[in-house]
């Protein structure tokens, strides 16, 4: 019996050091069932928690592999742009050498092609990284990829239809590398 009464009394010392009141022994503050509420109520705010937690986590991960991805996809934007000039360049020296050729007769044709097939080439290179011109005349204006300079009267196309394109614009992927400067008809000239 001693080892019983020395169990009791270790069981009330604890409970009197804990400041419980025995089950079932009144409904105060301090009640078994009281305290086994308040511990409910914080098990769901520390699980709530612990799934928005794991949601936001979730979220970043998720925005991180987006991110990484655009980063990956458009990684070459500087190369492509510093590349335009070069295609804008060739570009002109087939005008001027398409020009001379009409005048001067076909001393220069094999320079004339050989220059078109740099160009070709090139921009063949640019279509394969899905860098791909913007399409213009005739196309109806659009302020994300065109950037008008002059409206001119045309009896060919309607208003606000892109006429003629002073400079190529391209796209790499979805987004707009450099718009298209062009000129936007405002409809057939007044008589």
């Known amino acids: ?26 409904t ?20 709530e928690k612990a799934l928005r937690a794991t ?4 979220n970043f991960r998720k925005r991180a592999q987006r991110d990484l991805a655009d980063e990956r996809k458009y ?3 500087p190369l492509v742009r510093d590349l335009l000039a070069v295609v804008d360049n060739l570009e002109r020296a087939i005008e001027v050498s ?17 220059v078109k097939m740099v160009a070709t080439l090139l921009e ?15 196309a109806a204006f659009d302020p994300n990829q065109h950037q008008a300079i002059a409206q001119e009267p045309s009896d060919q196309y309607p208003a606000g239809t892109v006429t003629r394109a002073a400079q190529s614009g391209y796209k790499l992927h979805d987004r707009v590398i ?8 405002t409809g057939p000239a007044a008589g």
């Open 55 to 58: 949601a936001e986590l979730e």
């Open 124 to 138: 063949s290179i640019l279509k394969q990284h899905q860098c791909v011109r913007i399409e213009t005349v005739g």
């Open 178 to 185: 450099r718009p298209a400067q062009v000129f936007v008809s």
């Open 28 to 47: 105060g503050p301090n009640s078994a069932d009281a305290k086994i509420g308040k511990l409910e109520a914080e098990l769901r705010e520390a699980n």
């Open 1 to 26: 019996m001693p080892e019983n009464a020395n169990t009791a009394a270790a069981d009330a010392a604890f409970e009197a050091a804990e400041g419980t009141i025995p089950m079932g022994s009144g």
């Open 75 to 77: 990684a070459v934007v």
């Open 98 to 114: 398409q020009a001379r050729s009409a005048s001067e007769g076909s001393a220069g044709q094999g320079l004339l092609d050989g």
